[in-house]
């Protein structure tokens, strides 16, 4: 079967997680016997595409502009012309646009044109639906409900639910929540767990040096990788290092990029926190090798958060077997799911006594050596696993409705 891949972000050039994630599930079905293309941006380069093959996988790099670091109008404008840059690039090179599968990884939400030219051409269409937009923008306060820049965004999400004949959530939690945005509109809905393949290489080297440069080797790490933007409330974590300034061999590691980076460098700097250090993000291979070498890995998510989350850092410290140190939006259910698996500690962001009794609970944990390691490959056996992904998207192709969902979209 001939299968493409839509993603904002893919390997090497991205260090985002769910760009490793792709990566992993497209490898998975060329070792089943299929062929996969994966369509992504990629930067100002000379040609109207880029072509090059990563374990299999055949990458279609179209020029397009630039969609981070940069204004949130700019970036708007810039995303929505991703599918006419997409398209450009195909009919230029005159590629095969016909595929029996499109997997649409949202977000970005802006690949709806292009998904609609290959629905036209037969394709069946799974959407992987995980941060629900712009929903969550107007959680963050960054857009207003009923605003003309809300109804376009709006109008494109509903565009992408309409030609979609899966729409694939990432947890139980998120059906009637998807449900109550989308007004009762009867669309397709599963849930998809985010994945991850247990059976990475792991060089240790860069992680060791690391730690020596900052002479952080002898310390306790409690560790954050990631995106570091509005979503993620990291000033949460930032607080917790301050409250465990008493005990001088802990220390705080937190590396990623994102619109809040240079906010929080002000606030680490200004408050002179010594036991925290902040670095700019860093390649997949040398992300795993620093995970190698920390003690326990944390995530937050802002507590407006209306949908419930499950970050992909997650997956990344499971397969490192970190215990989990999580602050979560009420009801999101994967509190329940680390904490039952005995995996981590997650508790309601905002309880701020919760976090600290709850990595003090870890570290001494981790020091007495009393983390199950075997629960780490159970979990991610039973729920993450990237073999259980695979199998359920071509299982939803096999079953296939030849019709998507037509509801009209919401204006």
């Known amino acids: 079967m001939r299968i493409v891949i839509l993603a904002d972000a893919y390997l090497p050039h991205s260090t985002h997680n769910h760009a490793n994630m792709l990566h992993q599930l497209g490898h998975k079905f060329v070792l089943q016997g299929h062929e996969v293309v994966v369509i992504t941006p990629g930067g100002q380069h000379d040609k109207v595409m880029r072509q090059y093959e990563l374990d299999g996988v055949h990458v279609w790099q179209f020029r397009s502009r630039p969609t981070r670091g940069i204004s949130h109008i700019h970036r708007a404008i810039n995303e929505s012309l991703l599918s006419w840059f997409a398209f450009r690039a195909i009919k230029t090179m005159r590629l095969n646009p016909h595929f029996e ?6 977000p970005t939400i802006f690949f709806a044109p292009l998904v609609s030219w290959f629905r036209g051409k037969g394709a069946y269409v799974y959407l992987i639906l995980r941060d629900i937009f712009p929903q969550w923008a107007i959680d963050k306060g960054l857009i207003r409900k009923g605003s003309l820049i809300h109804r376009y965004f709006d109008f494109v999400a509903n565009w992408n639910y309409r030609l979609s004949n899966t729409i694939a959530v990432q947890s139980p939690a998120n059906i009637p929540v998807f449900e109550q945005l989308t007004q009762g509109k009867a669309y397709p809905v599963d849930v998809l767990y985010n994945w991850v393949d247990m059976h990475n290489t792991v060089d240790s080297g860069f992680g060791q040096s690391l730690l020596e440069r900052f002479q952080l080797e002898d310390k306790f790490i409690f560790f954050y990788g990631g995106n570091i933007g509005h979503a993620q409330d990291i000033p949460y974590i930032l607080e917790l290092a301050s409250s465990m300034i008493a005990y001088p061999d802990i220390h705080f590691l937190l590396i990623g990029q994102g619109d809040q980076f240079e906010h929080i460098q002000t606030q680490i700097t200004q408050r002179a926190m010594q ?15 620093v995970l190698s070498q920390v003690d326990v890995g944390i ?13 992909g850092k997650i997956l990344g410290y499971l397969t490192a077997e970190l215990p989990i140190l999580g602050a979560v939006n009420p009801g999101n259910d994967i509190a329940q799911l680390l904490n039952d698996a005995m995996v981590g500690k997650v508790s309601v962001i905002g309880n701020v006594q919760a976090f600290l009794e709850d990595a003090l609970s870890l570290y001494h944990a981790v020091k007495a050596h009393n983390i199950p390691q075997q629960a780490f490959t159970q979990l991610v056996n039973n729920v993450f696993s990237v073999d259980q992904a695979a199998m359920q998207i071509l299982n939803s192709y096999d079953g296939k409705d030849s019709t998507p969902h037509l509801a009209e979209p919401t204006t």
């Not at 036991?275 to 090798?289: A, E, H, K």
């Not at 995530?299 to 970050?311: D, I, R, S, Y």
């Open 299 to 311: 995530f937050t998510l802002a507590g407006t958060h209306t949908a419930h989350n499950f970050p």
């Open 101 to 106: 599968l499109v997997v649409n990884y949202s």
């Open 275 to 289: 036991n925290v250090t902040l670095l700019s993000s860093i390649n997949q291979v040398q992300y795993r090798s």
